[in-house]
């Protein structure tokens, strides 16, 4: 039997993941390697200590944003 | 003789005052005040008048700051008593520290390790073209004494490292980032939770930005946001002339707040501001409980 699989939105596209799918997952995917990506899930900061364990449900809307270090 | 301030604890600012000798390290005497803390988090205290009364000269440069109810002579005091450290004098760095000049800051340290290179005159407007192969503090230090004599401006040349940042800072109540590495970012970062000094953090990349205010003990600090790892290399980014200014006058407009204890800062809000659609929206962030700085620092108290 296949994965359930469900719609999230990932910097404002569609995207379809498999059932369970961890917010680390999703970050490796999109995040271009940047270690220091700021990350949100419904608006809401996530730590990156927490990347691992967050899983991700329908609909859910994730940003990931690359922080501008220069000067 | 050295004085030292910092946190104590979160929530409450303590004053510590120590009057130390350098020689020998001893300290000779220390003081604690407790003072209440305004809507930004910082102590909510009065100036004395006869350090910062204004000349006549003050009176007509910052009259249009003093006919407004938010600063008025009591906060335009405020502001010449502060001492604001920025540190980078490049594209942010330009704005922000003619800026916080021209408000009629007391006292302005501008650290930076650079000279003036030609590529850098598209944004860096605090440098002309005349300045190329100047020291950029000592440029920059030229520049704003001339549009503000009324103020007192430290220029150091400086690459800032955990050894010498507090040489850099001096006794500075607040630093203004205007770096463009995250290696210093994060000695900043160290230095302004262990003595209590708020950070403005800015950066700049392309046409977007971002900007938060970090007060020790009541926001997250720059690394509960990047939590160290491996630092990405220094890359060279490209950045639109005015950029740097945009962002970096949002830092100066925190800054200033900061100082009068007015409206409401940055505090635990990344400001993302992308100039391309022109919009700016915030992240909500709050402190790490892993961060390896400030709750190692609230562990210690």
């Not at chain 2, 007391?106 to 850098?120: A, C, Q």
Request: glycine share 10%.
């Amino acid at each position: 039997m296949s994965a359930r699989r469900f719609k999230i939105i990932v910097n404002g596209f569609a995207e379809t993941v498999d059932e369970p799918t961890s917010l680390e997952k999703i970050v490796e995917a999109h995040g271009d390697g940047d270690l220091h990506a700021i990350v949100e899930k419904n608006g809401r900061y996530v730590y990156p200590q927490e990347y691992a364990t967050v899983i991700v449900e329908p609909g859910d809307e994730i940003e990931i944003v690359h922080p501008d270090f220069g000067g | 003789m050295s004085c030292v301030r910092f946190l104590d604890k979160p929530g409450l600012f303590w004053k510590t005052l120590f009057l130390r000798n350098n020689r020998s390290g001893r300290v000779l005497l220390e003081a604690r005040a407790s003072a209440p803390l305004d809507r930004n988090g910082m102590p909510n205290s009065r100036v004395k008048d006869e350090q910062t009364a204004l000349s006549h000269g003050e009176r007509a440069r910052y009259h249009r700051q003093l006919i407004m109810p938010e600063i008025g002579e009591e906060g335009q005091k405020k502001l010449k008593a502060a001492r604001v450290c920025v540190v980078g004098i490049g594209g942010l760095g330009s704005t922000s520290a003619m800026t916080l000049a021209s408000t009629g800051i007391g006292y302005l340290r501008l650290v930076d390790k650079d000279i003036v290179e030609t590529s850098n005159l598209n944004r860096q407007v605090i440098h002309w073209t005349p300045d190329l192969g100047r020291d950029k503090s000592a440029s920059a230090g030229e520049k704003l004494s001339a549009l503000n004599p009324e103020i007192r401006i430290h220029a150091v040349r400086m690459e800032v490292t955990d050894r010498n940042v507090v040489e850099a800072v001096g006794e500075c109540g607040l630093i203004v980032d205007a770096t463009d590495n995250l290696a210093v970012r994060r000695v900043l970062n160290r230095f302004s939770v262990e003595r209590g000094i708020p950070f403005i953090f800015g950066g700049v990349e392309g046409f977007q930005g971002m900007v938060t205010t970090m007060v020790p003990g009541r926001t997250p600090c720059l690394e509960c946001l990047f939590p160290a790892g491996e630092d990405p290399p220094q890359k060279e980014i490209g950045v639109p002339g005015p950029m740097p200014g945009l962002v970096a006058s949002i830092q100066a407009v925190e800054a200033v707040k900061l100082l009068l204890g007015v409206g409401t800062c940055l505090l635990g809000r990344l400001l993302l501001v992308r100039g391309l659609d022109m919009s700016m929206r915030e992240v909500a962030v709050g402190r790490n409980p892993r961060c390896t700085v400030c709750s190692a620092v609230r562990r210690k108290q």
